[in-house]
């Protein structure tokens, strides 16, 4: 077996260079912006308009989150039975009545249609990584994914940016009903593009392999560890806003959140350069092992430097993860195996908030950034140790008996 040797930008424009990643690169970048807006758009919407506040505010996120952990899989299935333009005639119609409507929606109304439009929102994650997973060989498939990580990371300096300054300057109708059109003009573009989904050859719709035999400890262990390497992201991220404000020093948020991402692009970009990937239990160890210090930040520039090692590993991890969930992907479930790590990343978010914000409540920034540490590095060991476990041999004792 031929081994790639492209590394640094040459891997890149070998990936690039393969016919149909180019475009659903930039396809895919233009619609996670609405993506990523949307956030902030019903938070400003919630805490400006509505005057129901943060607490309320939180509460619509996460009814949309639990809709996209749900919905997400099956979706995914969707795709694999039906095809991808069929599955986005159906979220994109949802998602211009969701948009179009929530502006003119009181609190429990919208409340409800976030979950709805949670469950039925577009996966551009999961498409994108599904999309790659079939046009990339093995071989470079980290680059790809890393290319992707990347590429999500700058989305999500722009979005929400897009979205707060339209709901601060112009009114939080216009910033939601921006977000609704930028997702059906990103919807459009995917459709016209029509990336494929599945290997070539492959039969739309065939009997998927019975789920005991494809939804093995292996992949278990890859979405048991995505979950918590977004855990640990999401977590050290509201610890740290915690930190610099009950520290008086709000004012520096950006700068910090700006040097954590650049971190993280210099990490994704080395990682997707480099001559071999490294497991990925042993990523999520690092990157838990790596928020633990920043349990010792004071002043702001203080969770600057400290945040520099969790960045770095952030994009990184991610891109392994998906990599390593795509490698232990039958093709007859590839969508709805890519949902699934899309809920395992939804359920990590999910999950990171509200514990990161109890523990800074209950006790301090630190408490929380130490907890959020500890379970990616308890994960990576959990994942390791099963996955070395599945891979020893069994010695037969003298009374077995074959069987």
Avoid: K
Avoid at 75 to 81: A, E, N, S, T
Avoid at 131 to 152: G, H, I, K
Avoid at 232 to 241: A, C, D, K, N, S
Wanted: with cysteine.
């Amino acid at each position: 077996m031929e081994t790639d040797t492209a590394t640094g930008l040459r891997a890149y424009r070998a990936v690039l260079a393969i016919p149909g990643v180019a475009a659903v690169t930039a396809v895919s970048f233009l619609a996670r912006l609405p993506a990523s807006a949307a956030a902030i758009a019903l938070t400003l919407h919630v805490v400006l308009t509505l005057d129901e506040g943060y607490a309320a505010a939180g509460a619509v996120a996460a009814a949309s989150t639990v809709g996209m952990a749900i919905g997400a899989p099956l979706l995914g299935r969707l795709v694999d039975r039906r095809g991808l333009r069929t599955m986005l005639a159906l979220t994109l119609a949802a998602q211009a009545a969701f948009w179009g409507a929530a502006p003119f929606l009181s609190y429990p109304a919208l409340l409800v249609s976030a979950l709805a439009g949670g469950l039925l929102g577009v996966p551009v994650f999961s498409i994108t990584r599904q999309s790659l997973a079939v046009l990339v060989p093995p071989e470079r498939r980290r680059t790809a994914f890393a290319l992707d990580s990347m590429s999500v990371e700058i989305s999500y300096i722009i979005g929400p940016a897009i979205g707060a300054v339209l709901a601060v300057n112009a009114s939080s109708t216009a910033a939601m009903w921006v977000v609704g059109a930028g997702w059906l003009v990103a919807g459009a573009a995917l459709a016209l593009l029509n990336p494929p989904t599945h290997l070539p050859g492959t039969s739309r719709g065939g009997h998927p392999p019975p789920v005991r035999q494809w939804l093995d400890v292996r992949l278990i262990g890859a979405l048991l560890a995505t979950t918590a390497a977004v855990v640990v992201v999401f977590g050290t991220e509201l610890t740290m806003i915690a930190g610099l404000e009950l520290g008086g020093h709000a004012a520096w948020i950006p700068v910090t959140n700006a040097v954590w991402c650049v971190a993280s692009l210099v990490g994704g970009f080395a990682y997707g350069g480099a001559r071999r990937s490294l497991p990925l239990p042993l990523l999520v160890g690092c990157l838990g092992a790596a928020a633990l210090p920043v349990a010792l930040a004071g002043p702001w520039w203080s969770y600057a430097l400290l945040l520099v090692p969790v960045g770095l590993l952030i994009a990184p991890t991610m891109a392994t993860s998906a990599e390593a969930v795509s490698a232990l992907t039958p093709e007859h479930v590839r969508g709805l195996v890519t949902g699934l790590h899309g809920s395992a990343i939804t359920t990590g978010a999910a999950v990171a908030t509200p514990l990161a914000g109890l523990l800074v409540d209950v006790a301090s920034p630190a408490a929380a950034v130490l907890t959020v540490g500890m379970v990616g590095v308890c994960a990576a060991v959990l994942v390791g140790w099963s996955g070395r476990r599945r891979e020893a041999p069994v010695t037969p004792s003298a009374g077995s008996q074959s069987i």
